[in-house]
């Protein structure tokens, strides 16, 4: 895990399951109020992760349906008693079918998920002092949503844009060009400088993204 303890905003990463998912914990240094985001599983990983840090959880963020990102969220949601905020509303058919797609991968006792609300583009989600911004990205997934937060200059990708990749689109209701277009057209104006957290792998910039990976050229 890393953690930025002197920002207002701490950060932790907590990868899980055998995708390596970058599950992650943000939390309002002011208050410890914590937000878990995408907890694909390894559920008494997450819990041992929020003890170890001190914060007081108080909501699930999913950026979108998949499996590696949401499997974990309703046994987690429901031993803490937290809501479920997103994804957009286009990945419900995603999150309805998450215990078929635990056969898929011998995932056990993966349960379907309700989200408490959905998100939208422009909606606002908070922890503490903190607020993040919803951008629907789609194209990995049909309702797939990043998390920006402008002043601190950071973002949760998820599954949109990778250092030196971007999401698989090789899905039936995927669409390589719109998640290009939406990567270009949403995330890259966030500016150069926007140090984002990807659903898997190491954390990158937008700026370098945008000069040298090679799904975002011409």
């Known amino acids: ?29 002011r208050t410890k109020e914590a937000a878990v985001v995408d907890p694909g599983g390894d559920v008494e990983r997450i819990r041992g992760a929020l003890k170890e840090l001190g914060v007081t959880p108080v909501a699930i963020w999913l950026t979108h349906g998949h499996i590696d990102h949401a499997g974990g969220a309703t046994e987690l949601a429901g031993v803490l ?12 058919f995603l999150l309805d079918a998450l215990p078929q797609q635990g056969l898929m991968f011998e995932m056990r006792g993966v349960q379907a998920v309700t989200p408490t609300r959905w998100l939208t583009e422009g909606d606002i989600v908070s922890v503490g002092d903190i607020e993040f911004s919803v951008q629907h990205v789609p194209g ?23 250092a030196g990749s971007v999401g698989r689109t090789d899905f039936p209701y995927g669409n390589h060009k719109e998640l290009i277009g939406a990567i270009k057209g949403k995330l890259l104006p966030l500016g150069d400088d926007v140090q984002f957290l990807p659903g898997h792998g190491p954390a990158s910039t937008l700026g370098d993204e945008r000069k040298a990976n090679p799904f975002l050229q011409g």
């Open 1 to 29: 895990m890393t953690d930025q303890t002197e920002s207002p905003l701490g950060i932790a990463v907590v990868p899980v399951t055998p995708f390596q998912q970058n599950c992650s914990i943000v939390w309002c240094t």
């Open 81 to 92: 008693n937290l809501p479920i905020i997103g994804p957009h509303e286009a990945d419900k």
């Open 140 to 162: 990995h997934t049909p309702g797939h949503v990043t998390l920006f937060q402008k002043d601190l200059r950071f973002l949760l990708a998820g599954d949109t844009v990778f």
